[in-house]
């Protein structure tokens, strides 16, 4: 198997010839770069390039990753930079894919230096490898999905091995088995000596000293063989005793100067001390015994390293979690509880048991504490004290707005009561009123100020028409009357924020009393002081709405009803959605009757705004009333109906954002690719040799190649083409040409979707390889660096069959040369072809000779026949324009998207215009549904077309001043038919809706 160089911890032998060609490579590759000077190269500073491509591709990864179970990092850090993951992706992919780089040594190292990471003398190794692992771990699954399109292994031994070796195309998990890793405990002291200046962070390569070493490795640990304890089984205390001197360093071994560690083995602290010198310490040995040492296990370190156990040296002992400390219980730190023994054993002792009696603490240890927060409000609102009362409305707003969840009124009786009493007192603030509510089912009726708490009060329209209105000032107000005024606002907002609950809502739904605090609020006279309040009552009726049935006459009805002659949009709005969501969440119909003309034309007025939200709320209202066959006829009766039909046609298109899609009719017909390269023109190649590369090796792609994702080139082609144009005239110029592996990475920079491939094909011999470059194809015609096309010379001649041999038999072909202007291939058919010679003035002589016209399938002139030299000629020339005329300038220069010359006939498109309006998500289908303005436009419609179709009438034309003739159904939909089916045709989302207003008006027409 193939390793890269820069695989920091994979060394082998120390004295395998492969590590000393290795350490000459590496002599050489530092010899090279120390001859280029920094004017020669530039360094570049690898930053991330943040493109549109770049991003796709960083999605595509993500996505990638996620689905194969791997982490994925976007943005890797490498040296001292971000990686730009495209940018590694593509060069490696260039320089050949993961495994050719690792297999090439010093590959990874060239690569990110070309990148422009910081790569010095010191950390080049470090960077390459750093390199090569965040491409194993980020992108070398990509690379064998999408460019060797093969399965990739498993991450097991992919992503989660190091980044050592190649061979990943041919790895699988029956031929590759992962390394486990080593514990630290049996790494031998080889591992120890190869640690880097900071023990703590251990190097994953062996030491080095430069260049020269880079080949050695630490010899293998050697194994000591257990010994048992044959010593004295206890110590002495003098035998324990510090050591008086430092230890002797370990003896010195074989190992060169470089393979030494920096940090030299030092005893645990543990192990015994040297023995002074002529006294030896019990339990020891003299130190002439040398080897033969005998002790306890666990203090045995000997001072020969060769005999040290990585197992023994390396143990650590398991850690105990320390005892968990608790205070012992005493009267002095807990009389309560020696209080309570006490009595205990004193109810023991009298034979009674400690659940016959109860236990009182002790005098001063507890308190009692009281209702909760709730309770404690719910008494004060019911106690009738105003400064209680104050209390508890101040803290019950704060409660519904932060608890609404959790308060309920069913779990406290008497509060819906207490609030509504409260709210009440409003009456007599600006009437001569005192509201009382009788719960008893059968009030005293001769009292108007009495409310009935249990079925409602239906007359209380008429008593608040008969009561007198008190003398007030909106700017100036008694505090007594300023302070009972909040606090009804108080008692009001609670109630609202309550209602906001379902629980609730539903609830108060059958509390009638509570509508009738509704009619008494919102007939309040009109004030500054009340706006507040009459908002808030309008919030309660728009809550409890959808679950109460109201009838024409019913009270709250009409005084929703009498709101919508206000001049307040916030109560328009709200009146409009309380009135269209009555009843909705219950099994009956909504009744919507009997409404005003004078309404119904606010709410066609309303319509014109430019206000979504009233328009929502008048288009809900106007669907819920025209859901009756009685309603649409008194609505065609007292507003102009082909008027609001014309409107809401109009309000279908709301919001519309018109886009166009084309749509193929036919596919478009290419060209076959194929691997012949145009000669480069003589003018172009000038160009070329004036400039330097990489731009020279630039402007011969742009000018020679296009982009087609279809097509492909073999890289030896492409190659061996720029050489035949550019590498003769170089060398006579005595100046360099670019190298064939930095050509083949210029593709991609050139061309954004280009890039080079490994492709297995199956030949005669088995399986074999092509090294192509995908997604680019050689021009039909060369352009020059502006964007003009050159004409070429279709002037066929004869050429021999094969080159190499000119008596062989002849062929026709073209002359296959171009020029940038009609001029100079006239020059060209008149020097080159008919070889015609000038006077010295530049002018041809007037003769008549066998000329005849050889230019592609021209059949003018197909046979030599006597003719002068400037008939032929005149001839000649409109072939050059029409040359011209057929050039195809493939680079726009308004930056529109460059035309494909490889086109030989277009695809066949036709341009639809669609609209798209609102629209929301349906959770269950996963699909968009019509939504907002439009789709309550198409109901209301639809509604209209379906109940008009249920009777035969006329409509007043206002406009004519007559009745219309005909039918109204047509009258009112056959002048927006067309509209409708433009819709139908071009909103798919509403289609489905009118389709049906269509069916409804083509049947009844």
Same mark, same amino acid.
């Given at each position: 198997?193939?390793?890269d160089?820069?695989?920091?911890?994979?060394?082998?032998?120390?004295?395998?010839?492969?590590n000393?060609?290795?350490?000459?490579?590496?002599?050489?590759?530092?010899?090279?770069?120390?001859?280029?000077?920094?004017?020669?190269?530039?360094?570049?500073? =690898?930053?991330?390039?943040?493109?549109?491509?770049?991003?796709?591709?960083?999605?595509?990864?993500?996505?990638?990753?996620?689905?194969?179970?791997?982490?994925? /990092?976007?943005?890797?850090?490498?040296?001292?930079?971000?990686?730009?993951?495209?940018?590694?992706?593509?060069?490696?992919?260039?320089?050949?894919?993961?495994?050719?780089?690792?297999?090439?040594?010093? /590959?990874?190292?060239?690569?990110?230096?070309?990148?422009?990471?910081?790569?010095?003398?010191?950390?080049?190794?470090?960077?390459?490898? @750093?390199?090569?692992?965040?491409?194993?771990?980020?992108?070398?699954?990509?690379?064998?999905?999408?460019?060797?399109?093969?399965?990739?292994?498993?991450?097991?031994?992919?992503?989660?091995?190091?980044?050592?070796?190649?061979?990943?195309?041919?790895?699988?998990?029956?031929n590759?088995t992962?390394?486990?890793?080593?514990?630290?405990?049996?790494?031998?002291?080889?591992?120890?000596?190869?640690?880097?200046?900071?023990?703590?962070?251990?190097?994953?390569?062996?030491?080095?000293?430069?260049?020269?070493?880079?080949s050695?490795?630490?010899?293998?640990?050697?194994?000591?063989i257990?010994?048992?304890?044959?010593?004295?089984?206890?110590?002495?205390?003098?035998?324990?005793?510090p050591?008086?001197?430092?230890?002797?360093?370990?003896?010195?071994?074989?190992?060169?100067?470089?393979?030494?560690?920096?940090?030299?083995?030092?005893?645990?602290?543990?192990?015994?001390?040297?023995?002074?010198?002529g006294?030896?310490?019990?339990?020891?040995?003299?130190?002439?015994?040398?080897?033969?040492?005998?002790?306890?296990s666990?203090?045995?370190?000997?001072?020969?390293?060769?005999?040290?156990?990585?197992?023994?040296?390396?143990?650590?002992?398991?850690l105990?979690?320390?005892?968990?400390?608790?205070?012992?219980?005493?009267?002095?730190?807990?009389?309560?509880?020696?209080?309570?023994?006490?009595?205990?054993?004193?109810?023991?002792?009298?034979?009674?048991?400690?659940?016959?009696?109860?236990?009182?603490?002790?005098?001063?240890?507890?308190?009692?504490?009281?209702?909760?927060?709730?309770?404690?409000?719910?008494?004060?609102?019911?106690?009738?004290?105003?400064?209680?009362?104050?209390?508890?409305?101040?803290?019950?707003?704060?409660?519904?707005?932060?608890?609404?969840?959790?308060?309920?009124?069913?779990?406290?009786?008497?509060? @819906?009561e207490?609030?509504?009493e409260k709210?009440?007192?409003?009456?007599?603030?600006?009437?001569?009123?005192?509201?009382?509510?009788?719960?008893?089912?059968?009030?005293?009726?001769?009292?108007?100020?009495?409310?009935?708490?249990?079925?409602?009060?239906?007359?209380?329209?008429?008593?608040i028409?008969?009561? $007198?209105?008190?003398?007030?000032?909106?700017?100036?107000?008694?505090?007594?009357?300023?302070?009972?005024?909040?606090?009804?606002?108080? @008692?009001?907002?609670?109630?609202?924020?309550?209602?906001?609950? $379902?629980?609730?809502?539903?609830?108060?739904?059958?509390?009638?009393v509570?509508?009738?605090?509704?009619?008494?609020?919102? =007939?309040?006279?009109?004030?500054?002081?009340?706006?507040?309040?009459?908002?808030?009552?309008?919030?309660?009726?728009?809550?409890?709405?959808?679950?109460?049935?109201?009838?024409?006459?019913?009270?709250?009805?009409?005084?929703?009803?009498?709101?919508?002659?206000?001049?307040?949009?916030?109560? #328009?709005?709200?009146?409009?959605?309380?009135?269209?969501?009555?009843?909705?969440?219950?099994?009956?119909?909504?009744?919507?009757?009997?409404?005003?003309?004078?309404?119904?034309?606010?709410?066609?007025?309303?319509?014109?705004?430019?206000?979504?939200?009233? #328009?929502?709320?008048?288009?809900?209202?106007?669907?819920?009333?025209?859901?009756?066959?009685?309603?649409?006829?008194?609505?065609?009766?007292?507003?102009?109906?082909?008027?609001?039909?014309?409107?809401?046609?109009?309000?279908?298109?709301?919001?519309?954002?018109?886009?166009?899609?084309?749509?193929?009719?036919?596919?478009?017909?290419?060209?076959?690719?194929?691997?012949?390269?145009?000669?480069?023109? /003589?003018?172009?190649?000038?160009?070329?040799?004036?400039?330097?590369?990489?731009?020279?090796?630039?402007?011969?792609?742009?000018?020679?190649?296009?982009?087609?994702?279809?097509? @492909?080139?073999?890289?030896?082609?492409?190659?061996?083409?720029?050489?035949?144009?550019?590498?003769?005239?170089?060398?006579?110029?005595?100046r360099?040409?670019?190298?064939?592996?930095?050509?083949?990475?210029?593709?991609?920079?050139?061309?954004?979707?280009?890039?080079?491939?490994?492709?297995?094909?199956?030949?005669?011999?088995?399986?074999?390889?092509?090294?192509?470059?995908k997604?680019v194809?050689?021009?039909?015609?060369?352009?020059?660096?502006?964007?003009?096309?050159?004409?070429?010379?279709?002037?066929?001649?004869?050429?021999?069959?094969?080159?190499?041999?000119?008596?062989?038999?002849?062929?026709?072909?073209?002359?296959?040369?171009?020029?940038?202007?009609?001029?100079?291939?006239?020059?060209?058919?008149?020097?080159?072809?008919?070889?015609?010679?000038?006077?010295?003035?530049?002018?041809?002589?007037?003769?008549?000779?066998?000329?005849?016209?050889?230019?592609?399938?021209?059949?003018k002139?197909?046979?030599?026949?006597?003719?002068?030299?400037?008939?032929?000629?005149?001839?000649?020339?409109?072939?050059?324009?029409?040359?011209?005329?057929?050039? #195809?300038?493939?680079?726009?220069?308004?930056?529109?998207?460059?035309?494909?010359?490889?086109?030989?006939?277009?695809?066949?498109?036709?341009?639809?215009?669609? /609209?798209e309006?609102?629209?929301?998500?349906?959770?269950?289908?996963?699909?968009?549904?019509?939504?907002?303005?439009?789709?309550?436009?198409?109901?209301?419609?639809?509604?209209?077309?379906?109940?008009?179709?249920k009777?035969?009438?006329?409509?007043?034309?206002?406009?004519?001043?007559?009745?219309?003739?005909?039918?109204?159904?047509?009258?009112?939909?056959?002048?927006?038919?067309?509209?409708?089916?433009?819709?139908?045709?071009?909103?798919?989302?509403?289609?489905?809706?009118?389709?049906?207003?269509?069916?409804?008006?083509?049947?009844?027409?």
């Open positions: 198997m193939s390793v160089s820069d695989d920091g911890a994979e060394s082998s032998g120390a004295n395998s010839p492969r000393t060609s290795r350490a000459s490579r590496a002599s050489n590759v530092n010899a090279r770069t120390a001859k280029a000077s920094p004017a020669q190269k530039t360094k570049v500073t =690898h930053t991330i390039d943040r493109t549109p491509e770049y991003e796709e591709f960083i999605t595509k990864l993500r996505a990638y990753h996620k689905q194969r179970g791997t982490s994925f /990092e976007p943005e890797p850090w490498v040296g001292s930079a971000h990686l730009d993951l495209l940018k590694v992706f593509k060069h490696v992919v260039a320089a050949g894919g993961y495994d050719h780089v690792s297999a090439t040594t010093l /590959e990874w190292r060239k690569l990110a230096t070309e990148l422009g990471l910081d790569v010095t003398d010191r950390s080049a190794a470090g960077v390459a490898y @750093a390199l090569k692992s965040a491409f194993l771990k980020y992108l070398a699954a990509w690379e064998i999905q999408t460019i060797h399109n093969k399965e990739p292994p498993p991450p097991l031994i992919l992503e989660h091995e190091s980044a050592k070796g190649g061979g990943l195309l041919t790895r699988t998990l029956e590759y992962p390394k486990k890793a080593v514990p630290a405990a049996a790494r031998a002291p080889s591992v120890a000596a190869s640690a880097s200046e900071n023990d703590e962070t251990p190097r994953k390569d062996t030491p080095r000293a430069g260049g020269t070493t880079r050695l490795r630490v010899a293998p640990p050697q194994r000591v257990f010994q048992p304890d044959t010593g004295p089984s206890r110590q002495t205390r003098h035998a324990a005793a050591a008086q001197q430092p230890a002797q360093p370990p003896p010195a071994t074989n190992t060169p100067p470089a393979q030494q560690p920096k940090t030299q083995y030092q005893p645990p602290p543990h192990s015994h001390p040297t023995p002074i010198a006294h030896p310490q019990p339990g020891h040995p003299p130190p002439h015994m040398g080897n033969q040492v005998r002790g306890p666990v203090n045995y370190s000997p001072q020969d390293p060769e005999l040290m156990s990585a197992l023994v040296q390396n143990f650590e002992p398991r105990e979690s320390p005892m968990q400390m608790r205070p012992v219980e005493t009267p002095a730190n807990n009389p309560v509880e020696f209080e309570r023994r006490r009595r205990q054993e004193k109810f023991k002792a009298a034979g009674m048991k400690s659940t016959q009696l109860a236990i009182r603490p002790p005098p001063g240890t507890t308190v009692f504490e009281g209702p909760n927060i709730y309770m404690r409000c719910l008494c004060a609102l019911r106690s009738g004290i105003p400064s209680e009362q104050a209390y508890a409305l101040h803290h019950l707003v704060k409660i519904s707005f932060e608890r609404g969840d959790k308060f309920k009124f069913e779990t406290f009786a008497g509060l @819906a207490g609030l509504v709210a009440l007192e409003v009456g007599g603030l600006y009437f001569d009123v005192n509201w009382t509510v009788d719960y008893s089912g059968d009030p005293d009726e001769s009292d108007p100020e009495v409310l009935d708490g249990l079925n409602g009060t239906p007359d209380i329209l008429d008593r028409a008969k009561l $007198q209105p008190k003398t007030y000032l909106d700017n100036i107000q008694p505090a007594d009357t300023a302070d009972r005024m909040v606090h009804v606002t108080e @008692a009001v907002l609670t109630i609202r924020n309550m209602v906001t609950l $379902q629980e609730n809502a539903v609830l108060m739904a059958d509390f009638n509570l509508r009738d605090l509704i009619c008494i609020i919102l =007939h309040l006279p009109n004030s500054d002081t009340v706006v507040e309040i009459k908002h808030l009552a309008l919030d309660i009726a728009e809550q409890l709405a959808p679950y109460i049935v109201l009838e024409t006459l019913d009270p709250l009805y009409q005084t929703l009803l009498a709101q919508l002659h206000s001049t307040d949009r916030g109560m #328009i709005l709200t009146s409009l959605r309380a009135i269209a969501r009555l009843s909705i969440n219950l099994g009956e119909t909504s009744q919507v009757h009997d409404v005003p003309a004078s309404i119904l034309q606010n709410i066609l007025d309303w319509l014109l705004l430019n206000d979504d939200e009233m #328009i929502d709320a008048c288009l809900d209202f106007l669907y819920t009333y025209t859901s009756h066959f009685v309603n649409v006829e008194t609505l065609l009766k007292d507003v102009n109906a082909a008027y609001l039909v014309n409107h809401l046609v109009r309000l279908l298109s709301h919001g519309a954002k018109k886009f166009q899609r084309e749509v193929v009719l036919e596919k478009e017909s290419k060209l076959p690719s194929t691997d012949f390269v145009q000669p480069v023109p /003589e003018d172009l190649r000038q160009q070329l040799l004036a400039m330097e590369e990489p731009e020279r090796c630039y402007a011969w792609l742009k000018c020679l190649f296009e982009e087609d994702p279809e097509s @492909a080139i073999t890289q030896i082609a492409i190659w061996q083409a720029f050489q035949a144009a550019l590498s003769f005239p170089l060398q006579q110029m005595s360099p040409m670019m190298g064939a592996a930095e050509f083949i990475r210029n593709v991609s920079h050139v061309f954004t979707h280009a890039g080079a491939q490994i492709v297995k094909e199956q030949g005669e011999r088995g399986e074999i390889q092509r090294f192509i470059i997604g194809r050689p021009r039909i015609r060369p352009i020059a660096q502006d964007g003009t096309e050159y004409l070429p010379c279709m002037w066929r001649i004869p050429v021999p069959r094969n080159p190499n041999d000119p008596s062989a038999p002849l062929r026709v072909v073209n002359c296959g040369q171009h020029f940038l202007t009609p001029e100079k291939m006239y020059n060209h058919i008149i020097d080159d072809h008919l070889k015609e010679s000038r006077d010295p003035s530049g002018k041809f002589m007037a003769k008549e000779r066998d000329l005849f016209c050889a230019w592609g399938e021209c059949n002139y197909p046979r030599p026949q006597k003719m002068q030299l400037s008939t032929l000629m005149n001839h000649v020339k409109t072939h050059c324009a029409a040359a011209q005329q057929n050039a #195809i300038v493939s680079l726009n220069t308004d930056g529109r998207r460059p035309r494909r010359t490889f086109i030989a006939r277009p695809a066949k498109t036709i341009n639809v215009s669609f /609209e309006t609102a629209a929301v998500r349906d959770e269950r289908s996963n699909q968009a549904q019509a939504a907002g303005i439009p789709l309550s436009s198409a109901l209301v419609l639809r509604n209209i077309a379906r109940n008009v179709s009777f035969d009438g006329g409509v007043e034309d206002s406009s004519e001043g007559g009745d219309a003739s005909g039918k109204t159904l047509e009258l009112l939909f056959r002048p927006v038919t067309a509209r409708l089916c433009e819709i139908m045709m071009k909103n798919w989302l509403l289609a489905p809706y009118v389709t049906q207003i269509l069916e409804i008006t083509r049947d009844n027409y």
